[in-house]
Nanobody, 126 residues
Framework: QVQLVESGGGLVEPGGSLRLSCAASGFTLDVHTITWFRQAPGKEREGVSCISSIDGSTYYADSVKGRFTITRENAKNTVYLQMNSLKPEDTAVYYC???????????????????WGQGTLVTVSS
């Protein structure tokens, strides 16, 4: 059974950092492209970052470029999202997601994802 479990969210002050984890079970993460999405209250879900299973390339939304870093640790079957210089507008529920097919290109299209985690809440506030 394919399962994604996010963790690492919490309350942080502006300028602070958090590291989110997306632990996978039921499939081998290194052959599946993983995308982080977020959804703020009253807003649509948006793609934040993606790591390709094809060549390890990483992609970022313009709003987080230079502040967020996505990495993959195959031995732990886990993908991380390191978030630095956090801003109040980063407040959202963060989800990791993947396609059922292995070795697909990165995409920020939520409708194309087959499996989702339950989400982890990130609140940036003083």
């Amino acid at each position: 059974q394919v399962q994604l479990v996010e963790s690492g969210g919490g309350l942080v002050e502006p300028g602070g950092s958090l590291r989110l984890s997306c632990a996978a079970s039921g499939f081998t993460l290194d052959v599946h492209t993983i995308t982080w999405f977020r959804q703020a209250p009253g807003k649509e879900r948006e793609g934040v970052s993606c790591i390709s299973s094809i060549d390890g390339s990483t992609y970022y939304a313009d709003s987080v470029k230079g502040r967020f870093t996505i990495t993959r640790e195959n031995a732990k079957n886990t993908v991380y999202l390191q978030m630095n210089s956090l801003k109040p507008e980063d407040t959202a529920v963060y989800y990791c997601a993947t396609d059922d097919e292995p070795l697909v290109s990165c995409s920020f299209q939520a409708y194309g994802m087959d499996f989702w985690g339950q989400g982890t809440l990130v609140t940036v506030s003083s």
